[in-house]
T-cell receptor, first 110, second 113 residues
């Protein structure tokens, strides 16, 4: 069973701090890794994707991938109350459907 | 450019009935995937269509079916509804199979009573 595991949270961080969200996956054949953000009552929206080991930065967001340890993380710098949402990790093998974790709820406290 | 459009947004059905949900992808996108989202199970893959052909199917019973039309619009059907089918059904559109970016519609909230 291919699985993606995330801590459900809530993860509470103060405004301006770094939020660190983690995800582990079981399928060693996974090739692509995605982070989606979902606000309450809304649909998921893609924040970042990463394919290679290491870090990928986009504005306040950094995705980190370690295929040997089968984990992917998302760092949010200078967290804002507007970042409060559920963050979904998803993986696939390329031309295969996305497998999602159940998400981590992030709460940024002003 | 218009986003992914799902209709209807909300539905209330009775056990045993059937329901059809519709998804219009972003113009030019040929791949449509369907997901069921519930608080307990999260986002679960139902099926994926590309060029009118079902390319992948998730672990759902045969009561769940779908199709894609030549204009890439897709429908999913659930027959003999059960209470456990109550969920948010999301459609995702992408240019091709396994494409980097999948854009989600706003979803159809189905409640079975």
């Amino acid at each position: 069973q291919k699985e993606v595991e995330q801590n459900s949270g809530p993860l509470s961080v103060p405004e301006g701090a770094i939020a660190s969200l983690n995800c582990t996956y079981s399928d060693r054949g996974s090739q692509s890794f995605f982070w989606y953000r979902q606000y309450s009552g809304k649909s998921p929206e893609l924040i970042m994707f990463i394919y290679s080991n290491g870090d990928k930065e986009d504005g306040r967001f950094t995705a980190q991938l370690n295929k040997a340890s089968q984990y992917v993380s998302l760092l949010i710098r200078d967290s804002q109350p507007s970042d409060s949402a559920t963050y979904l990790c998803a993986v696939n093998r390329g031309n295969t459907p996305l497998v999602f974790g159940k998400g981590t709820r992030l709460s940024v406290i002003a | 450019k218009a986003g992914v459009t799902q209709t209807p947004r909300y539905l209330i059905k009775t056990r045993g009935q059937q329901v059809t949900l519709s998804c219009s992808p972003i113009s030019g996108h040929r791949s449509v995937s369907w997901y069921q989202q519930t608080p307990g199970q999260g986002l679960q893959f139902l099926f994926e269509y590309f060029s009118e052909t079902q390319r992948n199917k998730g672990n759902f019973p045969g009561r769940f079916s779908g199709r894609q039309f030549s204009n890439s619009r897709s429908e999913m059907n659930v027959s003999t509804l059960e209470l456990g089918d109550s969920a948010l059904y999301l459609c995702a559109s992408s240019f091709g199979l396994g494409d980097t970016e999948a854009f989600f519609g706003q979803g159809t909230r189905l409640t079975v009573v």
